[in-house]
């Protein structure tokens, strides 16, 4: 009997034992989720900081749109990890401007330099030289796309003419088909160069660019946010 009773013992104690090891393992796992919680929550307040002041130097030695770079600053904040997004530059687009000004602004988000490129409109969207008066997303319009985008990591050729490009992604509603496969139902529009960019000339729709800046445009866009912005 007294055999039995010290067996029943040792076997209490094994599990009471067991059950203090798991309770003290789930609560020091809490305690490093909580941990892991708070310093992820940390580094994203650091990080809003850091851009709301990258965000006050641009505004303040640039002419870009006030409209614009609010927008663009607020959109990649709330986007940047589940979209993926650069950590080192994003552009804007200003198409308010005219062509024959240096309207692609391309923002070093670490230090806030900023970066200067004549880029192209769609020739529906405004006269050679000038400024995009309408823009759209639908397929065959030949204006100007407006609205965030995302420019891809790799360096492709077309086919035909078999010049350099980059894809890009629309990720809103409104524009979620720019960028896509035409026989998927999208709109073929990329980022390339295109030398009547230099003269103020026009594109069907894509982001041109200056034929001697797409290595400088190109190392620095990969996967990185691209707001074309049309004033809308």
Request: aromatic share 10%; with cysteine; charged share 35%.
């Amino acid at each position: 009997m007294r055999r039995f009773t010290y067996i029943f013992m040792a076997i209490l104690l094994l599990s009471s034992t067991a059950l203090s090891k798991e309770s003290y393992h789930k609560k020091h796992k809490h305690k490093l989720l909580r941990k892991a919680h708070h310093k992820k929550r940390r580094k994203s307040t650091f990080l809003s900081k850091h851009l709301d002041k990258i965000y006050r130097r641009v505004l303040k030695k640039t002419d870009i749109s006030r409209r614009a770079l609010k927008r663009a600053f607020a959109f990649y904040k709330r986007n940047r990890i589940r979209k993926g997004l650069s950590s080192k530059y994003m552009a804007i687009a200003d198409y308010t401007k005219s062509a024959r000004r240096r309207r692609l602004y391309i923002i070093n988000l670490k230090n806030g330099r900023v970066y200067r490129h004549k880029i192209a409109h769609g020739k529906r969207s405004g006269v050679i030289g000038g400024r995009v008066r309408r823009s759209s997303n639908r397929r065959n319009s030949k204006m100007t796309p407006y609205g965030f985008f995302k420019v891809g990591s790799k360096v492709r050729r077309t086919k035909k003419k078999h010049y350099r490009y980059l894809t890009v992604q629309g990720l809103e509603r409104s524009n979620r088909k720019v960028g896509y496969p035409v026989r998927k139902g999208g709109r073929d529009v990329i980022l390339h160069p295109a030398k009547y960019v230099n003269y103020g000339g026009r594109s069907h729709g894509c982001f041109s660019i200056c034929p001697q800046d797409r290595r400088a445009i190109f190392a620095k866009l990969k996967k990185a946010l691209l707001y074309s912005y049309t004033g809308r």
